[in-house]
């Protein structure tokens, strides 16, 4: 990946390059303490009826993770639908926490009570519909992972700034400060080597894409348990 507009933006924050190719770019850095590893990758649609083999360029999924002292897992991000086939197989252990504060988000978490004190915060309130309603970018998703916070989002074409992305980073430092202000979780739960992997190297890249669809999808679905048994 070219060091243009999209790698200025987070070298300006004191970040460093990490391993790159020709379609993937990877930043490393501290913000205020805590270690802070993002991901880059293009995004492109191939039309067939354009005349052209060119793919159309659609913009980037950028990944953000933040060092956190919580050991949890709750996801926020724009409701998925699913089959009745798959609900039916799979059956949900996790607990959905609903707040109208949240207009339009699904939120799932394996800890009720710790999820209901936090999602109950203002100022995380505040925080996360701020993310999702960014003019120049589309938030996916919103992860407390154990031992990190995750964001995943995605640009507009090359609209990624450094005014941009550092808001994205003081919104982060403020939920892992807020989420380890709170009392620990009484359900905790912890990484597994892959998920280590995944946000730090990536050093197997194909099972690592494999295990982020699983573990964001079992997440949704209350799966938990059975991920830490597909990727440990």
């Known amino acids: 990946m070219s060091k243009g507009p999209i790698s200025k933006a987070f070298l300006s924050l004191g970040f460093r390059s990490g391993k790159h190719s020709k379609t993937r770019g990877q930043f490393k850095g501290i913000i205020n303490g805590r270690q802070a590893t993002v991901f880059l990758r293009p995004v492109f649609k191939h039309s067939h009826f354009s005349g052209s083999n060119a793919d159309e360029y659609l913009g980037h999924n950028i990944e953000i993770y933040l060092d956190m002292k919580v050991n949890t897992r709750l996801v926020i991000g724009p409701p998925i639908a699913l089959s009745d086939a798959v609900d039916n197989v799979l059956k949900s252990e996790a607990h ?85 202000k709170q009392a620990p979780p009484t359900i905790t739960a912890e990484p597994s080597a892959l998920e280590v992997d995944a946000r730090t190297d990536r050093k197997n890249v194909k099972l690592i894409a494999v295990a982020i669809v699983i573990v964001f999808f079992a997440v949704i679905l209350g799966i938990v348990g059975l991920v830490l048994l597909l990727v440990l």
């Open 96 to 180: 959905e926490i609903e707040n109208n504060s949240y207009k339009g988000l699904s939120i799932k978490t394996i800890d009720r009570d710790w999820a209901y004190e936090l999602t109950s915060n203002r100022e995380f309130q505040e925080i996360i519909n701020t993310l999702f309603s960014g003019k120049d970018y589309t938030c996916k998703a919103l992860r407390l992972d154990p031992g990190v916070v995750f964001l995943f989002v995605m640009s507009s074409r090359n609209l990624i700034s450094n005014e941009m992305v550092r808001p994205w980073f003081a919104a982060l430092e403020k939920i892992a400060h807020i989420a380890e």
